[in-house]
């Protein structure tokens, strides 16, 4: 993939592919980069073009300045959309991928195609209590990542996975990840609960793996009760991340979604 950046821009960006009719656009989980997608470029870079970007403090996008921070992803792959010509496009995103992804359609609705969340939560609609409960386990995370980041990256590979070639593949991810990319992280709630959930123009897909925690499955009923018209997908054999434990299904269900066939 060739990589980019645009101008006042922290956010590394890759792209493979122009001559194809659509975009498809893959936002990350917290402590990897976009490489947690490649079974999913390889994949779909004959099929369309396909965009792939490191969220602030992740991968290569580590060149910032003061003030940036995770609120700004919208508005910077927004850019990236203008410096590429991208007028609309699919988005998939997983886990922290999928609330940047919700906070994009939130903000620039008219530019999705098809929007994708897999181990998240709406955002437009987030109970306080488990807000509280959400931000006291990140900040355990946090805890033991200034202690060790091996440390870190071992129990959280065992959360964010769950087969075991997912899970090593995940750790040497995270296992790079900067500790001071921490504070990056510390504005996402400043991303939940802020709009009105308006109707969509465009389909949404919500999912999980059938491992991921069991907060994730009641979050996803409730956010369906919402939204009848979402599709909602249960991933067997698959955790938290469930593109990397599952690449074949994943693909296959995602191909299914943007041909219309689900």
């Known amino acids: 993939?060739?990589?980019?950046?645009?101008?006042?821009?922290?956010?590394?960006?890759?792209?493979?592919?122009?001559?194809?009719?659509?975009?498809?656009?893959?936002?990350?989980?917290?402590?990897?980069?976009h490489r947690m997608f490649t079974k999913q470029i390889d994949y779909f870079?004959?099929?369309?073009?396909?965009?792939?970007?490191?969220?602030?403090?992740?991968?290569?996008?580590?060149?910032?300045?003061?003030?940036?921070?995770?609120?700004?992803?919208?508005?910077?792959?927004?850019?990236?959309?203008?410096?590429?010509?991208?007028?609309?496009?699919?988005?998939?995103?997983v886990s922290l991928g999928s609330v940047i992804a919700q906070d994009f359609a939130n903000r620039y609705p008219g530019a999705v195609s098809s929007l994708a969340c897999f181990g998240g939560y709406d955002i437009n609609n987030f109970d306080v209590e488990t807000q509280k409960k959400n931000a006291s386990a990140q900040a355990l995370m946090m805890l033991k990542a200034m202690f060790s980041v091996k440390w870190f990256a071992k129990a959280n590979k065992k959360i964010s996975a769950y087969t075991t070639q997912a899970q090593e593949e995940f750790y040497e991810m995270n296992i790079r990840f900067p500790k001071r990319s921490f504070m990056y992280l510390s504005a996402l709630n400043s991303m939940v609960n802020k709009f009105q959930t308006k109707p969509r123009e465009y389909p949404l897909l919500i999912g999980c793996g059938q491992f991921d925690i069991p907060l994730e499955l009641e979050m996803l009923k409730e956010w369906k009760k919402r939204e009848p018209a979402a599709k909602v997908v249960i991933l067997e054999n698959a955790g938290h991340c469930v593109n990397m434990d599952v690449p074949l299904e994943f693909n296959s269900v995602m191909y299914e979604f943007w041909s219309k066939k689900i």
Request: charged fraction near 30%; glycine fraction near 6%.
């Open 1 to 33: 993939m060739e990589q980019l950046i645009t101008e006042n821009s922290p956010v590394v960006y890759y792209v493979s592919g122009r001559d194809r009719d659509e975009w498809v656009l893959f936002i990350h989980a917290a402590f990897v980069d």
């Open 45 to 93: 870079k004959s099929k369309y073009n396909v965009l792939a970007v490191d969220i602030i403090g992740h991968g290569k996008s580590v060149e910032t300045k003061k003030g940036d921070s995770i609120s700004k992803m919208s508005d910077w792959i927004n850019d990236i959309l203008k410096a590429e010509y991208i007028e609309k496009l699919h988005i998939v995103g």
